[in-house]
């Protein structure tokens, strides 16, 4: 069983406002003394924390122009990417969470799409602005932390504008309220055309997720006194869970640098960690020469796994290396933020439950509701495989910016007015309250590593770079949750292999470029016309057991 903490969590007031950023300001306002955030040897108190993102807050009101910008955070494992984050909520805005490590173009298409009114930069996004600077088709305000940068860059760029986070006052300024139906996140993922699909995060749909999980985990004594992990990118929407979920516990968080990414397991026992949550690939590598060896992280008292299927023999080995912690598969797609449904691995049953391996999603959420369907959006009778739909308050508003994608995924069901999302999971309807078993996608999306991936995007970039319009994207080789990568054959390119990989690299991030591309004279047709995408991984089998 968890273990107690040495004192009782204390509740926290309840946020002031519907605001996301309240869930911070209310424990900030509990625990201004306490470490909000560390990261490397740079730690910050809730309060210094809530100083920092005021002046990001003050310069976004001040000098943005817009009554709630839309504000990219392009930055990676820093202090100054928590202030940004909470200082564009402060200041009523969005956040656009931006990745300074993704190509330029990607990170382009980002900006765009989203119409972002201003970017708050820490050092490694400064260093990957000039491109962005350069294309703008509008001009920005860019949130640099020093002044010198700013001036520096005013000068070279004269048509944005430049603020420094230091030359402003965090205190005295008033953070903005925001409405239950304003937009809290913008998260943008691989999209079927070649461009990145927003997804829109409300305030009222983040903090039911936050609620929703400390109802959850304050059962197990989650509180103050906890250490969260924060291995996320923060353009994954479960890093979510990580800072405002431990942030409404008035618990530290805490981020491994680089360097310290490299041996996570090492990083949960110098930090002491007690709250960790990973993809099932990470563990997979954390597991590597014995890393969970049995009993090792015995301060644990939380383990999540998410983002892609978990295997039973995983969720087991973890189970050992923390043997105080509870350990939940979590199941969410972003646009139903982060968590729809929970499966509490028990030593000695869970074994059994998982199907074929793998560990199920468990029962929905509270105030969730999960159906199973056919092709017509019937209930399936019980026993039955179908898509996965979900429905309730944390099923955001849609696609950004794009009302056929969205009347296409979200939708109402026969004699029902309820919209309900529909995931293109496959599972098996199982009876009211037992845990529902995921039998993999039923489209050509697959996850690698937890992030969700649109083969025809990776196709449409494979087109561009090839100049063949014959092209074919695989998940291979196979894994519990998707692909460990993608397997790229093209007919009759106008270019060599070289050529296609180095342009791909220009254009996608490292997850979705194809391992291996293959030239082909032309793709096998299946009796339809169409291309046999099976025929290519009967290949691909073939191979691998050669």
């Not at 050509?444 to 092209?471: F, N, T």
């Amino acid at each position: 069983m968890p273990l107690n903490p040495s004192h009782p969590p204390m509740t926290i007031p309840a946020p002031a406002s519907e605001g996301l950023h309240e869930v911070f300001l209310a424990a900030a306002a509990a625990w201004p003394g306490r470490s909000a955030v560390e990261v490397g040897p740079e730690t910050l108190s809730y309060q210094e924390l809530r100083r920092n993102a005021l002046q990001v807050a003050r310069l976004l009101v001040e000098h943005s122009g817009a009554q709630r910008p839309r504000v990219g955070v392009l930055a990676s494992r820093s202090t100054q990417m928590y202030a940004g984050i909470l200082g564009a909520l402060c200041s009523g805005g969005t956040v656009v969470p931006l990745n300074p490590g993704f190509p330029a173009q990607r990170t382009r298409q980002m900006i765009e799409l989203a119409d972002a009114h201003a970017l708050v930069a820490d050092d490694a996004g400064s260093a990957a602005l000039a491109p962005q600077l350069d294309a703008a088709t509008r001009p920005l305000l860019v949130i640099v932390r020093d002044g010198a940068q700013a001036d520096q860059l005013a000068v070279q760029w004269p048509r944005h504008r430049f603020a420094a986070a230091e030359r402003a006052a965090g205190e005295g300024f008033e953070p903005r309220a925001s409405g239950a139906d304003d937009l809290a996140y913008l998260f943008f993922t691989s999209g079927s055309t070649g461009t990145p699909k927003g997804v829109g995060v409300l305030h009222r749909n983040a903090r039911r997720f936050v609620a929703m999980s400390q109802e959850r985990y304050r059962a197990l004594g989650i509180g103050h006194e906890d250490r969260f992990s924060q291995f996320y990118d923060i353009t994954f929407d479960s890093s979510m869970f990580d800072l405002f979920v431990g942030w409404s516990f008035g618990a530290a968080l805490c981020c491994p640098t680089l360097a310290e990414w490299i041996n996570p397991n090492k990083y949960i026992e110098k930090r002491a960690l007690t709250v960790i949550d990973i993809v099932p690939s990470t563990g997979h590598m954390m597991d590597r020469s014995n890393g969970w060896r049995a009993g090792r992280f015995a301060a644990l008292r939380l383990c999540r796994f998410g983002g892609e299927a978990l295997s039973a023999e995983l969720a087991a080995r973890l189970a050992e290396a923390a043997p105080n912690a509870a350990i939940d598969n979590v199941y969410g797609p972003t646009e139903c933020t982060v968590d729809a449904s929970y499966y509490r691995w028990e030593r000695g049953r869970s074994a059994a439950e998982a199907m074929h391996g793998v560990v199920p999603i468990g029962v929905a959420g509270p105030r969730v509701a999960l159906r199973v369907v056919d092709a017509d959006l019937r209930d399936v009778p019980v026993g039955a495989e179908g898509e996965l739909l979900i429905a309730g308050p944390q099923v955001t508003p849609g696609y950004w910016k794009d009302p056929q994608r969205t009347a296409k995924s979200f939708v109402q069901l026969p004699g029902n007015d309820v919209v309900h999302y529909r995931t293109g999971d496959l599972v098996r309807r199982v009876p009211e309250g037992q845990p529902i078993p995921y039998l993999g996608r039923m489209d050509y999306q697959i996850k690698i590593a937890g992030v969700r991936i649109e083969l025809g995007e990776i196709e449409q970039a494979m087109r561009q770079a090839s100049g063949s319009d014959e092209v074919v994207a695989v998940g291979w080789p196979p894994t519990a949750g998707g692909a460990s990568g993608v397997v790229g054959f093209v007919a009759r390119p106008k270019c060599d292999v070289a050529e296609m990989r180095a342009r791909l690299k220009e254009m996608l991030p490292g997850v979705m470029v194809p391992k291996d591309l293959r030239v082909v004279d032309a793709m096998p047709l299946n009796v339809n016309g169409k291309v046999d995408r099976k025929a290519l991984l009967e290949e691909l089998r073939a191979e691998a057991v050669a």
